[in-house]
């Protein structure tokens, strides 16, 4: 293989490489190659890598489309992508013509369709964990510490949402993801800044997120989160692979 397909997508500037390996070998993913791929001077540029791969456990679920697995910027693996979902979803959604596809991510189904505010993804069950006066932490899959106020150390264990302006619904928040670092936006950073605000003002409102990329809504409850926003593709290509790759 001396070159590898790609698709690129972004979801309110949250960027994505998306490699598709359902019905074609991909090379081996090793982290110098993630790095090489996402690497923004020197590759074609992204927040994470996005892989398809088939899923035996889609037999018995027609609209099981594929699972996907999430590598970081860094070449980590990732446990969720919301954004990331609803790119592949967008791309799934047309590629089959389906109203919905279900698209497994580690130990997660979730289910991604169309929607009037753009591509809907159910994030399944959010999980409260540590909470103080300052914080409120949120496992969706991935780990978010969410700060009301950034009086504490940021934990490198996790992704970290600071919310720097709420306004009834309105909630503007600032990015920083575990082994991506600086984002203008995260889906799942969206849902857990969603959770963490539903949590500490004990209601369930839908909540319209504010990042630096763009906007997102937030609705649902704690037990199935809905993800929806508006996803935009970039273009396609194929990446030349060196000869070690």
């Known amino acids: 293989m001396s070159s590898l397909p790609f698709h ?36 074609i540029g992204c927040d994470q890598v996005l892989v398809l791969l088939p899923d035996d456990g889609c ?19 990732a446990g969720n992508c919301g954004n990331g979902l609803r790119c592949v979803g967008a791309l799934l959604l047309e590629e089959s013509g389906a109203d919905s596809v279900n698209i497994r991510v580690g130990e997660r189904m979730v289910r ?17 964990g540590d909470t103080t006066d300052v914080h409120v932490d949120v496992n969706i899959g991935n780990a978010h510490r969410v700060f009301f106020a950034a009086t504490e150390d ?18 503007y928040i600032d990015i920083i993801e575990r082994g991506a670092g600086r984002t203008p936006s995260c889906g799942s950073g969206a849902c857990a800044t969603a959770v963490a605000v539903w949590h500490q003002d004990k209601h369930q409102r839908p909540q319209h997120i504010h990042m630096p990329g763009g906007t997102v809504l ?27 790759d």
């Open 59 to 77: 037999a018995s679920d027609g609209n099981c489309a594929a699972a996907m697995r999430i590598f970081n910027s860094d070449g980590s693996e």
């Open 154 to 171: 940021f934990p490198a264990d996790k992704n970290i949402e600071i919310v720097s302006g709420q306004i009834a619904d309105e909630v």
């Open 112 to 128: 991604i369709q169309a929607s009037a505010d753009g591509i809907g993804v159910h994030m399944g069950e959010a999980l409260v």
């Open 218 to 244: 937030v609705s649902g409850s704690a037990s199935d989160v809905l993800l929806e926003g508006p996803v935009s593709f970039v273009c396609s290509g194929e990446y030349r692979l060196a000869a070690n």
């Open 8 to 43: 690129k997508m972004h979801a309110q500037g949250n960027d994505f490489v998306i490699l598709d390996g359902r019905n074609s070998p991909l090379p081996d993913l090793t982290q110098t190659l993630i790095i090489d791929i996402a690497e923004r001077r020197l590759g």
